[in-house]
């Protein structure tokens, strides 16, 4: 059956269009189940990508209204850790009823703020809903141990949460990655303090909306804004026991030693340079249409976007096909019905893709199809960048070597899948690798060999389902990946395990002192 399942709209209007907006409202904290207007004297102006438009202003938030958002979490985390699971399990039910109900709405609030295209902004909050909903199978996944470990002696294991927790979310998936949060973070009995991006917290002011109108509690789920001053603030309050960070390498490293160093738990997801390795007995037509939608989707700015495509033996001569399906991509403003890309995030983001794109040929690369300085007709002023396929790459060029985080595929060949694996192998990112092949003992080879955490056998995006967890290998987290969101190290990260071993006996005549280790034999 079809996954696709029709989208209800909702009566609150929502954007539709690129259109100027009049007189952009500015973004709220959301504290205390209330929308409240920051004080700040310092704002971040937040333009639709696709036409440079002033969206909304976010706030920097003041230290006051952070504190407050922690003491609006301390205040909360007594009440919601005794309320019973059944009760959480039945807001969760709520919540994902009304994302369903407003997908329409938040997916809108995605492609004005993060420029995607509004499919593919679906598909955003899908993701995210995923989450939420393999959540309402809570009473069943948070079961302790128990086991009679002596004659009227028995040790039980069970999880507690850790009272309050953050999130701080990267500006990519702007629904999908709070939703890796929300609710595991939640319904395991924590309170959330949420920073969305400063550069498209929409869906997440959307989410804290239904979230009040699902029941969560005042000071359950708590947003606040802002750029590093928020982040610090988050890494050095001790209340806040845990953190879950999605974003740059830049960012996450010191984010993840600074919050480490504090004593708290970080679980960290950070940059990516995924490799698709076409070998010549693939379904070509099926691996290239794979390929090219991986690469140039999202204006390749997905963590698993495919932004390396190793071809192998005579799998070098398909590269025409490669770029006849990339020119047949529409580049337009993501409202428009039949845009496939959307623009970068900001005009730096543009111009920082460009330049490596520049460096690319200026290190001897080709630039087999150039997508540099696109506009398109109706968004002049947007920041587009078309797909761009680069070729006689080397592992030394800086558009290897870098997350480009752009609609670029970068090509380099090799003779036999031995050299592929070992190539891969070489880059310091491991969020995720793709075979294209229609050998089982090929895919086999691939698999037990490539050391990125999440493999696609002729799947070029493998992102797994929220039973499963994101499992991102070597630069792409950090800490060694010990942390990794939802599924079950989901909610063993939001939850302390305690182990209790107790004794009930009627006669205390049979225990004699003892001052040796006790073996409970
Ligand atoms: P980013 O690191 O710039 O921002 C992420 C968050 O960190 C934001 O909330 C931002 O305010 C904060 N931040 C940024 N710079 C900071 C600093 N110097 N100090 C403290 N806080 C700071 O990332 P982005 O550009 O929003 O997102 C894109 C990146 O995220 C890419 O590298 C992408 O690969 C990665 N990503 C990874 C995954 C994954 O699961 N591995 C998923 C999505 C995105």
């Not at 907006?21 to 709220?28: E, G, L, V």
């Not at 949060?181 to 009995?189: L, M, Q, R, Y």
């Not at 160093?261 to 007995?281: E, F, Y």
């Not at 969020?431 to 493999?455: D, M, P």
Request: overall charge neutral; proline content about 6%; glycine content about 8%.
């Amino acid at each position: 059956p079809s996954l696709s399942v029709s989208l209800p709209s909702t009566a609150t209007e929502f954007p539709r269009s690129h259109q100027q907006i009049a007189n952009p409202s500015n973004t709220t904290n959301f504290i205390d189940n209330e929308f409240v207007k920051s004080n700040t004297a310092e704002w971040i102006d937040l333009h639709d990508p696709a036409t440079n438009y002033l969206v909304t202003r976010v706030p920097q938030s003041t230290n006051e209204e952070l504190r407050a958002a922690v003491e609006s979490a301390q205040k909360a985390f007594p009440a919601w850790r005794a309320t019973s699971i059944i009760a959480k399990q039945y807001i969760i039910f709520k919540f994902v009823g009304l994302i369903r109900a407003n997908w329409d709405r938040l997916a809108a609030t995605i492609t004005l703020e993060q420029g995607k295209t509004l499919k593919d902004a679906r598909g955003d909050v899908l993701r995210g809903l995923q989450v939420a909903e393999t959540a309402c199978g809570i009473t069943t996944q948070l079961t302790g141990e128990v086991l009679e470990v002596a004659r009227d002696m028995e040790t039980r294991s069970y999880r507690e949460p850790l009272g309050v927790v953050a999130a701080i979310c990267p500006f990519n998936f702007p629904a999908m990655i709070p939703l890796w949060s929300i609710p595991i973070a939640t319904v395991t009995g924590n309170c959330l303090i949420l920073k969305p991006s400063e550069r498209d917290p929409g869906a997440a002011m959307i989410l804290a909306e239904l979230a009040r109108e699902a029941g969560f509690p005042k000071g359950v789920l708590n947003i606040i804004h802002g750029g590093p001053k928020t982040v610090n603030f988050i890494l050095d309050e001790p209340s806040i026991k845990a953190i879950s960070f999605v974003g740059s390498n830049s960012a996450g490293e010191y984010i993840y030693t600074r919050g480490s160093a504090n004593g708290k738990r970080v679980q960290a997801n950070l940059g990516a340079k995924n490799h698709a390795v076409l070998l010549p007995d693939a379904d070509k037509n099926a691996a290239l249409d794979a390929i090219v939608g991986a690469a140039f989707g999202a204006a390749g700015q997905r963590c698993m976007a495919l932004s390396v495509l190793v071809t192998v033996g005579e799998t070098s001569e398909w590269l025409p096909g490669v770029i006849a399906r990339a020119k047949d991509l529409i580049v337009s403003g993501g409202f428009e019905k039949d845009s496939d890309v959307g623009p970068l995030i900001s005009a730096q983001s543009k111009n920082r893709v460009e330049n490596l794109i520049t460096s690319a040929q200026e290190e001897g690369a080709e630039i087999l199809l150039d997508g540099r300085g696109y506009k398109p007709a109706k968004y002049p002023n947007g920041n587009f960048v078309g797909p761009t396929v680069i070729t006689n790459v080397t592992q030394n060029m800086a558009c290897y070597r870098e997350e480009i985080f752009g609609p670029v595929l970068v090509c380099i060949s090799t003779q036999t899948v031995e050299e592929a694996v070992q190539l891969v192998n070489a880059n310091e990112y491991g969020n995720g690798a793709s075979v294209f092949t229609r050998s089982g003992t090929l895919a086999s080879y691939f698999q037990r060999n490539i050391e990125a955490g999440q493999i696609g056998i002729n799947v070029p995006i493998p992102v797994p389902l929220p039973m499963f967890s994101f499992t991102g290998n070597k630069k792409s987290v950090a800490g060694g990946g010990v942390s990794t969101f939802y599924g079950k190290p989901g909610l063993n990260f939001y939850t302390q395990q305690k182990t209790v071993t107790s004794l009930w006996r009627e006669e205390s005549s049979g225990l004699k002192k003892q001052v040796v280790m006790p073996a409970h034999l």
